[in-house]
T-cell receptor, first 115, second 113 residues
Framework: GAVVSQHPSRVICKSGTSVKIECRSLDFQATTMFWYRQFPKQSLMLMATSNEGSKATYEQGVEKDKFLINHASLTLSTLTVTSAHPEDSSFYIC???????????FGPGTRLLVL | GNSVTQMEGPVTLSEEAFLTINCTYTATGYPSLFWYVQYPGEGLQLLLKATKADDKGSNKGFEATYRKETTSFHLEKGSVQVSDSAVYFCALIRNTGGFKTIFGAGTRLFVKA
């Protein structure tokens, strides 16, 4: 099946620093990728849609200047949490649909802890 | 608008018990419906799906039937195992274009040996 990877799997950083999370589709090209945030024991909240070659589309209430998304190639999207604060601590998950299939393939997630 | 409602958890069962996790949806048109499973510390995996009314999705002993008349997509398994302990998410994809997925809140399942 299709594989989506994320790196790093977990990261601990100090408040005020920026953290970059990578999402890669390993065996297919993805013109679109999605970034989700999941709080403990809660569902996934769609943050933004990453579009290769164009600007990301952010969901209402998500700060685009805080969560920078770059879809650099057909297999890579990055999410940068800028000036991270403890309230940004969460589980971030990316996903990508493969052409011709309706379902999405999810990455394993990145756990971010901001101290 | 589009939404998914799941039964609240946690659900605790003994091994070999019958499992039902209820899921109902609200959507315009005819969405595709999914069940995803999330094991501890991992991302989501597609468990099964159904794309039109009366379709039955099945995988690993789990099944769910797309019921348009009751707008439901309940997940069932006849005999659960300890390894089924996970969080289960019901979801739909809006048919208004793109692949934006609407997730339910998730139901945590604990299976005891």
């Amino acid at each position: 099946g299709a594989v989506v990877s994320q790196h790093p799997s977990r990261v601990i950083c100090k408040s005020g620093t920026s953290v970059k999370i990578e999402c890669r589709s390993l065996d297919f090209q993805a013109t679109t990728m999605f970034w989700y945030r999941q709080f403990p024991k809660q569902s996934l909240m769609l943050m933004a849609t990453s579009n290769e070659g164009s600007k990301a589309t952010y969901e209402q209430g998500v700060e685009k200047d805080k969560f920078l998304i770059n879809h650099a190639s057909l297999t890579l999207s990055t999410l940068t949490v800028t000036s991270a604060h403890p309230e940004d601590s969460s589980f971030y998950i990316c996903s990508a649909p493969r052409t011709g299939e309706e379902t999405q393939y999810f990455g394993p997630g990145t756990r971010l802890l901001v101290l | 608008g589009n939404s998914v409602t799941q039964m609240e958890g946690p659900v605790t069962l003994s091994e070999e018990a019958f499992l039902t996790i209820n899921c109902t949806y609200t959507a315009t048109g005819y969405p595709s419906l999914f069940w995803y499973v999330q094991y501890p510390g991992e991302g989501l995996q597609l468990l099964l799906k159904a794309t039109k009314a009366d379709d039955k999705g099945s995988n690993k002993g789990f099944e769910a039937t797309y019921r348009k008349e009751t707008t439901s997509f309940h997940l069932e398994k006849g005999s659960v195992q300890v390894s089924d302990s996970a969080v289960y998410f019901c979801a739909l994809i809006r048919n208004t274009g793109g692949f934006k997925t609407i997730f339910g809140a998730g139901t945590r399942l604990f299976v005891k040996a």
